[in-house]
């Protein structure tokens, strides 16, 4: 009988190791598989990237609280809010879709997202149009006429360039008015490079007026998509 409890014995150690080993691989793979995932900002998150959608909220105006690196109620609350306007889905989490929107690069602190590819230069100029046509419009409007820009380069009818696009003739009155050669708002470069990182407040549009101002019958005639601030935005 003692001889024969022996193999048992050894056949049991290996099943348990057996058991063990595959148990153990799992755990591993898992949560490999878990750490390799990119984390997102949500209630209770920490750190830069919390920080910079903070600034962000605060320059839309939906987050009133401190920039302080901690994703709490408010936080969630100003993220909902630019998910709603954006057409998201609104679960309060910044996910990498929400980022984007905001101009923040998932898991890092600069901001460069999936918008249109752009030299400084062209930066610098988008800015300055900005900031002469939309200088004491709300931010969101700020990002709107930069959108503007944006969309008339990738519309057939208009320039293919920035520089095109803005310098072309009877396109933008600040460029005759003398505001173009004013110093530019430092909220402009914010607005341009959000703009330029995908958000487009605008819904698309390719015109902008201010109804109160212009004498141009023919912009009255297209098709508005919607208002901010002093601006009708249309197609």
Not at 38 to 53: C, F, T, W
Not at 183 to 210: F, H, K, Q
């Amino acid at each position: 009988m003692k001889g024969k409890s022996i193999p048992v014995f050894k056949l049991l150690l290996i099943l348990v190791l057996n058991i063990f080993v595959v148990s153990f691989v799992s755990y591993s793979f898992h949560y490999h598989i878990q750490d390799s995932l990119p984390a997102l900002s949500k209630m209770g998150s920490r750190g830069d990237e919390v920080i910079q959608i903070q600034k962000k909220l605060k320059e839309y105006g939906v987050y009133s609280g401190n920039i302080d690196g901690i994703y709490g109620t408010q936080t969630e609350k100003g993220v909902r809010a630019v998910q709603r306007y954006n057409g998201l889905t609104v679960d309060g989490i910044a996910g990498p879709q929400t980022l984007r929107v905001m101009g923040i690069s998932s898991g890092s602190s600069s901001s460069s997202g999936g918008g249109t590819s752009a030299s400084q230069s062209d930066i610098n100029l988008l800015a300055r149009i900005i900031s002469a046509e939309a200088r004491g419009e709300p931010y969101e409007g700020q990002v709107a006429v930069g959108a503007v820009v944006l969309n008339r380069v990738e519309h057939p009818s208009f320039p293919d360039t920035f520089a095109g696009v803005v310098y072309q003739p009877g396109a933008f009155t600040a460029i005759t008015d003398g505001q173009f050669n004013q110093p530019v708002a430092d909220s402009a470069y914010n607005a341009a490079r959000d703009a330029l990182n995908g958000w487009d407040p605008s819904g698309g549009a390719i015109y902008y007026y201010n109804p109160d101002k212009t004498s141009n019958k023919w912009i009255r005639t297209r098709p508005v998509i919607k208002r901010i601030g002093n601006h009708l935005f249309a197609s």
